[in-house]
């Protein structure tokens, strides 16, 4: 049974830091890709981060870049959301989803648009809250 548990979520301060943790069990890692999504009140889901537990290809969000960065550790299972330089506006309920991965042969627009669309997701997290706020 897939099962994804989010944790080090909180109260910074702009400009700070927080890392973020999922920790997966009931699948096969290398088979599958690993996101994190975001919800602000009123807001969409939005697509942060993913990546390919297979060769650690990574994608991130425009609006993240060069400020957060996904990694996996597929030895103790966990997926990591290093995020610097926080903002107010990213603050949001973030979540880990999971999904098969897609093959090569998949067009890369396509990979991209299909890994950063909510609906596209089975399995989700429960969420962990970030605040930032001074």
């Known amino acids: 049974q897939v099962h994804l548990v989010e944790s080090g979520g909180g109260l910074v301060q702009p400009g700070g830091s927080l890392r973020l943790s999922c920790t997966a069990s009931?699948?096969?890692?290398?088979?599958?890709?690993i996101a994190w999504f975001r919800q602000a009140p009123g807001k969409e889901r939005e697509g942060v981060s993913c990546?390919?537990?297979?060769?650690?290809?990574?994608y991130v969000n425009k609006s993240t870049v060069g400020r957060f960065t996904i990694s996996g550790d597929k030895t103790n299972k966990r997926i990591y959301l290093q995020m610097d330089n926080l903002k107010p506006e990213d603050t949001a309920i973030y979540y880990c989803?999971?999904?098969?991965?897609?093959?090569?042969?998949?067009?890369?627009?396509?990979?991209?648009?299909?890994?950063?669309?909510?609906?596209?997701?089975?399995?989700w997290g429960q969420g962990t809250q970030v605040t930032v706020s001074s």
């Open positions: 990546i390919e537990l297979s060769d650690d290809t990574t």
């Open positions: 009931g699948f096969a890692l290398d088979d599958y890709v």
């Open positions: 989803a999971t999904m098969p991965a897609l093959p090569g042969s998949i067009p890369t627009a396509q990979v991209w648009k299909k890994y950063f669309d909510r609906h596209e997701y089975t399995y």
